[in-house]
């Protein structure tokens, strides 16, 4: 049903605007004209020349987002390849790990008993702030402190024991799997969640039909958690994306040894905040938000069509 | 009734992946709570046992950046960052769940997509216009940015808890002569407490685990935020894991603190945050 439309200028009409005009008012002046300034910065030059495409193509030349020489070299020297190839890597392995380790954790949890302590105790990562989740990282991957370094030495491996975040080679993989037992508290929450919205009667019939639990899963459940892995999918790209605090604290500011785990976001604030270089900052910005605007744009269209 | 060999294996898988994916919150807990000389060789050795608060203590009068004053500062900005966006937004939502007009529909879709755009789009700006309105170092002008960010994500979910609403009251309450305001806060509101506090659950926990806005924003060492001071109290030469630890233990304390009362508001936030929207 809808509430008739009052004349333009009316008391009425009035009132019912000024529900929006704070909202509007706060969103337009601290975000949409700073976003659009940001967009404005990154076609100029530190002189205020209007330059066009040059700093994008400065920003993807530099050694901080692409390191040509080094990405050509392959993973026999695998770090410091450039920030942009880093939050590439950083997705392909957080992203099908966390999703999948909360898929199943999600599948199995449905019938334990004390569910939901586990599930607490998984999620307590996303409730951490992300700034002592680094500091726990950090601590966790430390030579003789931290528990990785433990059970390596009581599975007898003690020449591997070292501090992981302090060496090129392995800062950003300890990152990253660091990362995933951040996170995996998300999809198995959401997971869980859609779960519950499918019907019983579902499992029973594939029960009689004598499916097995890998057919029941393929056929049944995870077409019907379609939504759900959507969303999973896309939060989870837009964090990786926006990665940022567990870099800063766990790495250090510049990103690692030799920027060995450099990001995006990091790189960005490292130009705007250490370099003063605020054309090249905001056109890091401008390129990370536009990979987060095509993939938020891909799930909303999704979503609309269903 | 006869167990099966299954659920017993899953039962075991499932806690023992709990046990795993709490060890690393065990292990800065134990560093915590003990002399830093005893965890030298790991936290798991208990030879040598002695547990007190020192580190805490520690932690919160520090040196160089007492937790304790970074605290509160965080709970300064913590509390009307979310108290302001929950009022602002509630109103904006209402407009849209309820009042028609031409490009509503257009706007709407235009917040939603200002969810994806991540801090840094805004730093460099919002620094800028700090800087010259003399608000960097200064919790007002962090707390309109932490209001304006969290708007976007609180009017798409108070707009969706309205919609399932139902409308008739309000029209009864219209035919009776009430204005939009009067239903709003009379009627509305108050059959929006449940969903108000999901709102309220997860913004203030997100505005208390923000770093990156304070960083860009408050540099002065009397005023930084309880996030802001656990890098700094990592020396450079020599990390003192107890003093880190506690800190961070500190830190954490508040949103798991919140978690554990207030869970229902939490995922029930979460997912209709993500899912529903």
Redesign the interface.
Known sequence: ???K?PPFFSL?AL??KS??A???I??V???????L??VY?SFFSPSDEFVGFDNYFDVLSQKEIVNVEDVSKGLSQPFGLGALVHNMIWISIHLPLSLFSGLI?AI??R?????S??K??????M??????GG???R??F?K????VN?LLTFLGLEQLTRSWMAYAETTLFALIFGSV?LWTGFSM??YS??LTTIPKEYYEAAKIDGASSFRTFFHITFPLLK??TI?VVT?TL?WE??I??IV??AAGVSGGPGGAANV??LQ??NW??RAFD?NR??T???I??AL??V???WM?RYMVKK | MKIRKT?II??V???S??LI?????L??LM?SIRPFNE??????NFADFHPSFNNFVEAWNHPNVPLGIGMRNSFLVAIPSTLI?ML??S??A??FA????PIRDY?F?F?????????????????Q?MNSLGLVDNYVGLI??H???G??WI?LFMRNFFLTLP?EIEEAARVDGA???KI?YKIVLPMALPALASVAVLQF?WV??D??LA??LIFDSERLLA?QR??LM?GVFFVD?GV??AA?IL??MV??LI??LL?KYY?QG??GW??KG
Do not use: C
């Not at chain 2, 309820?98 to 007009?101: M, T, V």
């Open positions: 049903m809808r509430i439309i009425p009132i019912r529900f929006f704070p909202a509007l706060l969103i002046f601290f975000v949409v004209f700073p976003v300034q940001t910065i954790l199995i949890l019938d334990v008993k004390g569910a302590i586990v607490s105790a998984i999620f307590l990562g409730v951490t702030p992300m700034i002592v500091i726990i990282l601590f966790t430390e003789n402190v931290g528990i433990g037992w929450i959401v969640a859609g939504p759900m969303t939060m837009l994306l926006k940022f605090d800063f604290v995006l976001a960005m604030w705007a905040f605020f900052a905001a890091v910005a401008t990370l938000t987060t605007l993939i938020t744009i909303t | 659920t899953i039962h898988i499932a806690w992946v709990a994916w709490i060890l690393p919150f292990g800065v560093t965890v030298l060789f790991g936290w798991w966006p602002v937004a109103l904006a209402y407009g309820r009042f028609s007009f706007i879709a917040i939603v997509l200002i969810m994806a755009v991540p801090q840094q789009m805004i730093a460099v700006p919002i620094f216009i309109l940015v209001s304006a960010w708007l976007a009017i409308i204005s939009d305001f709003f926990m208390w685990n770093f990156f960083l860009i996030t656990i890098p990592r894991w880190l630890s961070s830190v954490m949103p798991v978690y554990a869970q995922i979460m997912i993500t899912v």
